[in-house]
């Protein structure tokens, strides 16, 4: 409720300044550095989000970047033809820019936002670096020309009211949906770089109307640059500090990804699953390839245990995404290489309530709910969060805890080295009946035992800690 009060504070002071018209302040200069100060700061925005990627071929982060692009580019004209710095008189390039500006930042808003057949499928995306450097080519393009004939514009009547308000309705429309769909992932991962593009996008759409209501030099047209500034502030903080807490800028795109496969699957898409299990296993990087294991070694147990085909199939899926409360921690915390303190092993226990709220929200990932949230209870009723013992604890669940104890021991962490195969097996037998569910360390055990589970590497032996992380 406080930040809804928040984005609109701005319609509620443009309203307040539209109706005492006489607050008027013409100060070029001022305006020419405030419009500078603006397009700098998207185009940090286009160039955070191109060092974040993997690839440019991720077509997400490609057209949010092309959209803050954009933005940087159209609303630098606007400022480079201010009068009195390199122009004696307002060209139509001036009245122009902010309204292409926003016009054209929103429809690659939205591009980042949906999937559109033909611009995302695999065999285009190849294409998605040539995509770039086009758009981009084309955008300086229009800085140069409108630079070198800044009244080449006059055809675009944007000082008419029925043009105004022709082109407000489907930029703020845009700008509305593309944060409504950051809203709606920042509901499941909670990530501060998704809240920023929310309130970004807000403040944007905030802005055109001011622009479309008020007349230049009047406090109510100075208040969409302000909001420009705050839109590209906000983004840039949110960003700044997911960050800091990730440790690298690699985590913005990861949110972005992440918002597209969680609202894939908001949308009944199973195949997304495999993509979201993807996404989390590169949130936490120090245990790459964890979930695939996971996941093969609970089918394992799985099968042994006389579990149906379907009963299967939802196991291994549940078994890939049971981390899946992990997207809300932060990389730093998943890759420390030290032992955690109290307060971090405490803050890493949530993910187990954090996935169970993620699928609650997410149907596809519903049913699986009580997997993810009672994968680290124990057999003994000493584990969390809700301290369930025996058979209270869900089959599945109990299946993902011995298979995830497995991989844990045998795998290198930061912390320790692997185990083992064979001391692995006595980890299990010695924490049969307490942590784990003895039948289920039995199944794993008499698959080990014929050899239908390879590990790939078996280290020096060395003592380790049965929990798995």
Not at 150 to 175: C, E, H, Q
Not at 178 to 192: D, E, F, G, K, N
Not at 313 to 333: C, E, F, M, T
Request: one cysteine or more; glycine letters at 8%; charged letters at 20%.
């Amino acid at each position: 409720m406080r930040i809804v009060l928040i984005l609109a504070a701005p319609l509620i002071i443009l309203g307040a300044l539209l109706v005492i018209p006489e607050l008027e302040w013409e100060a070029p200069e001022f305006h020419f550095y405030v419009v500078s100060a603006a397009s700098l700061m998207a185009a940090l925005i286009c160039g955070a989000l191109v060092l974040s990627a993997r690839s440019i071929r991720e077509t997400r982060v490609l057209f949010l970047a092309l959209s803050f692009m954009a933005l940087a580019v159209f609303f630098s004209v606007h400022g480079l033809t201010t009068p009195g710095h390199f122009y004696d008189e307002p060209y139509s390039v001036l009245e122009a820019s902010p309204w292409l500006s926003t016009f054209t930042g929103g429809g690659f808003a939205v591009l980042s936002v949906i999937s559109v057949r033909g611009l995302t499928d695999d065999h285009v995306v190849r294409f998605s670096g040539a995509v770039f450097a086009i758009a981009a080519a084309a955008l300086l393009a229009f800085m140069g020309v409108s630079l070198a004939a800044p009244g080449w514009l006059s055809w675009l009547a944007t000082d008419r009211n029925p043009i105004r308000y022709a082109l407000t309705v489907p930029i703020v429309g845009m700008m509305g949906f593309a944060a409504w769909r950051y809203y709606q992932s920042y509901q499941l991962a909670r990530l501060t770089s998704q809240l920023a593009m929310v309130v970004g996008l807000v403040l944007l759409a905030e802005a055109q109307v001011a622009l479309a209501l008020s007349e230049p030099w009047y406090w109510s047209w100075w208040e969409y640059h302000a909001l420009f500034l705050a839109a590209f502030t906000a983004v840039l903080a949110g960003w700044l500090w997911e960050s800091k807490r990730g440790g690298n800028v690699r985590v913005i795109a990861e949110a972005l990804l992440m918002r597209d496969a969680l609202a894939q699957l908001n949308r009944g898409r199973d195949a997304s699953l495999v993509k979201l299990a993807d996404e989390i296993e590169a949130h936490d990087i120090a245990t790459f390839g964890h979930v695939g294991r996971v996941a093969a070694y609970a089918f394992v147990i799985g099968r042994e245990l006389g579990l149906s085909a379907a009963a299967l199939r939802k196991l291994v899926l549940a078994a890939q995404l049971h981390d899946i409360g992990k997207i809300s921690l932060s990389p730093g915390l998943l890759k420390k290489p030290g032992k955690l303190t109290p307060e971090e092993f405490d803050q890493m226990k949530t993910h187990t309530v954090k996935g169970w709220d993620v699928s609650q929200r997410v149907k596809a990932l519903r049913e699986m709910g009580g997997i993810i949230r009672h994968h680290h209870e124990r057999f003994d009723g000493m584990g969390y969060p809700d301290s369930l013992r025996g058979e209270e604890i869900p089959l599945d669940a109990r299946i993902i805890s011995v298979a995830d104890t497995f991989d844990a021991v045998t795998s290198n962490r930061p912390y320790r080295p692997a185990m083992t195969v064979a001391d692995a097996e006595g980890e299990l037998r010695r924490v049969a009946g307490s942590q784990l569910d003895p039948r289920c360390v039995q199944a794993l055990l008499a698959a080990l035992d014929r050899q239908e589970i390879q590990v790939s590497a078996e280290p020096e032996s060395a003592s380790a800690a049965a929990t798995a992380g």
